[in-house]
């Protein structure tokens, strides 16, 4: 008994193993196709039913019609023996009016039977029929709903494989080793440009090119602001020995010495010159 059980439970977990197997295998857009091709040809099987109850129903329908008009045609047929003075031949007549009319009571029966099931084979068809295109619309719902969870998922699975860091770690390490290949590439560039002696003309080729500019802006905004520098040396030697006065004047050579000789010095400068003792630069001269 305890073996059975173990088998027993064992049985079990291979079913459930193999359904989980099965589960897991099944596409939901190939089985959802499969269900509905199956659907399809259960219509088919269903309408040829129907047709099949149709045509009985019509068969039925004829033949009570059909003893219904012999029943009458027996009746015409004692009507006429009656008038003829016949009166066995007319009960004969009525007899034979009697069995079609009793045999078109039968199919009567039969037929309103039939139309009766024929009514309903065709609501269940009409109503199979609208089940199978509610299924396809939800076919259609879901696998747009397979297609935009199965997005989702990659989705999910890019962005778990974008957090990985080593994903981030090979982008730095690629920038430090391209890093490297430029310095390199400089370093050798520079390397070659010294071997060929590039590196000396092409600096002196940089300062002929853009080295006045910055000094040419700055003597013309010296001149804008009347700051140019005075001459020096021998220039500011022969400035005071021409504009020299004598020695007790000391008025006169400040009144000698002009803002224009002297470079456009302000008034400030000016009033330095005349506390000055210009003598002194004389002597020293």
């Known amino acids: 008994m305890y073996a059975m059980g173990i088998f027993s439970r064992l049985g079990t977990l291979i079913k459930s193993n193999i359904n989980d197997l099965i589960t897991k295998a ?10 509905l091709l199956e659907m399809q040809q259960q219509l088919v099987e269903a309408k040829k039913a129907v047709a099949v109850a149709i045509a009985d129903e019509k068969k039925l329908q004829k033949q009570y019609t059909s003893e219904t008009d012999k029943a009458k045609e027996w009746e015409r047929k004692a009507m006429v023996a009656v008038r003829a003075g016949d ?4 009960r004969q007549a009525l007899g034979r009016k009697q069995e079609h009319e009793t045999i078109a009571t039968q199919f ?3 037929w309103i039977a039939q139309k009766q099931a024929v009514e309903k084979l065709k609501d269940a068809l009409r109503l199979l029929n609208n089940k199978i295109e509610e299924a396809k619309r939800k076919k259609n719902i879901l696998i747009a ?5 199965e997005a989702q998922q ?5 962005m778990q494989g974008l957090g ?4 981030f ?6 920038a430090e080793r391209i890093q490297l290949m430029e310095a390199e590439a400089e370093a050798g560039a520079e390397l070659a440009g010294e071997l060929s002696g590039d590196t000396l003309e092409s600096k002196f080729h940089a300062l002929e090119a853009g080295g006045g500019g910055e000094d040419d802006a700055l003597s013309e905004l010296k001149a804008k602001m009347g700051l140019l520098e005075a001459p020096k040396g021998g220039d500011a030697k022969q400035l005071g020995a021409g504009t020299t006065p004598a020695k007790d004047d000391k008025s006169g050579a400040a009144s000698s010495v002009g803002a224009a000789d002297l470079g456009g010095l302000t008034a ?3 009033k330095e010159l005349e506390d000055l003792d210009l003598s002194e630069l004389d002597k020293k001269a």
């Not at 709903?145 to 969870?149: C, H, M």
């Not at 990985?164 to 994903?167: E, F, K, N, R, V």
């Not at 770690?169 to 690629?174: C, L, V």
Request: proline residues 2%.
């Open 26 to 35: 099944e596409d939901p857009e190939k089985m959802l196709t499969q269900v």
């Open 87 to 90: 009166d066995n031949l007319a």
């Open 108 to 110: 009567q029966q039969q």
């Open 145 to 149: 709903r397979k297609k935009r969870a």
């Open 154 to 158: 990659q989705i999910a699975n890019t």
């Open 164 to 167: 990985d860091t080593s994903a």
């Open 169 to 174: 770690d090979t982008f730095d390490r690629m």
């Open 268 to 270: 400030e400068d000016l």
